[in-house]
């Protein structure tokens, strides 16, 4: 068995003696004692402290085929090497490492009040530093630096009461700050959710020339509405593909309107009958209509028959004439009805005198969003220029 660990680490056993008043010393490479392991109504069954000067390890756990360390309660370690020991640390090529879990032990708080439960593996950083520190920190050179599995609740949750609850940063061209992947139907990649007054579910925010706040490479679904400064479609440009694109703006009105259009042939009669879809009058009201006869005047072209029964009719043209048509609605569906956007609306007190859009206006930002900006420049600012934390 310790021909598979490191030469100074041969394996300590022991015996039955030892499981209800253990006293047995553990000690490092150079026979100095770290300490005595006790057992006493199920205080600690093997305790490692590392307090060499070149920075060692509490527990150190190696397997090949099996687990390097597994703790049923937990697993608890401190390194306090005046290099920066290691607390706990395990390694295994074929196995686990590490492995804690926590299914029927004492509730531990929470960093937020009303929060409380059971804990596999947990790290607090208390480090005062500018930078701050890491409560866990996994790095990989081309796997998963920290990876969380769950069968059915949260892989990895973080939680913050003024910072981040989760960041992700990367300083590779190719590289990812967050990844989320959904591999099932109705399952998301990534999630947020905002449940305070003016919160956000998720927030995004570009700084940097050509930079893009969010970039979305496949369809996009909404439930709810959306609010923007403007809105436009980019293209390939048909003529020049290769070098140009080619953008058209949104048409946009302050009622929630519907567009309908087409041709049609008059019949001999200069009549013309236009059918629209079953749905057509459940889902507007309030139509507007638009006639051009295509070709030649038609002084007495008009609308011969509203929208009923989904046609309406066309009537004092010439036979044979051709009439491009358009039909306007406003929704009228429920959800609709239930959300209608607010043409002019008043600002919150403490936003007036502030912009959405701060550099147009010389002025101040809507204080939701300062208040995030100010977050992420303070985080911005925490780390190196360009560089890379350790």
Known sequence: MGENLPQALAPVLL????????????????????????????????????????????????????????????????GTGGRGGTGVYGTSTDGDGIVGSSADG???????PGFNGHIGVS????????KGGYGVYG?????????????????????STEGWGVEGITYSEN???????????????????????????????AIGSGALAVFASGDVTVTGSLSKGGGSFRIDHPLDPANKYLYHSFVESPDMMNVYNGTVVLDADGRAVVGLADWFEALNRDYRYQLTPIGGPAPDL?????VSGGQFAIAGGTAGQKVSWQVTGIRQDAWANAHRIPVEETKPAEDQGRYLHPE?????????????????ER???????GGTRP
């Open 15 to 78: 015996g039955v003696a030892n499981t209800e008043t253990a006293t047995t010393s553990v000690s490092n490479a150079t026979g100095t004692a770290l300490s005595a392991a006790t057992s006493s109504d199920g205080e600690v069954g093997v305790y490692g402290i590392d307090t060499s000067a070149g920075g060692g390890r509490g527990v150190y756990g190696f397997s090949v085929n099996g687990t390097g360390v597994a703790g049923t309660t937990g697993v608890a370690g401190t």
């Open 106 to 112: 004492a509730d531990i708080a929470w960093p937020l």
């Open 123 to 130: 790290g607090t950083d208390n480090s005062t530093e500018p």
């Open 139 to 159: 790095s990989s050179v081309d796997g998963s630096g920290v990876c969380g599995t769950s069968p059915g609740g949260t892989g990895v949750t973080g939680i």
């Open 175 to 205: 590289g990812l700050g967050v990844f989320g992947g959904a591999y099932n139907m109705g399952c998301p990649g990534v999630q947020g959710f905002g449940d305070g007054d003016n919160s956000f579910g998720v927030w995004a925010e």
């Open 302 to 306: 008009h609308i011969a028959a509203e």
């Open 360 to 376: 147009l206006h010389h002025g101040e930002p809507i204080s939701s969003i300062a208040r995030v900006r100010a977050n992420a």
């Open 379 to 385: 985080h911005r600012t925490a780390r190196p220029a």
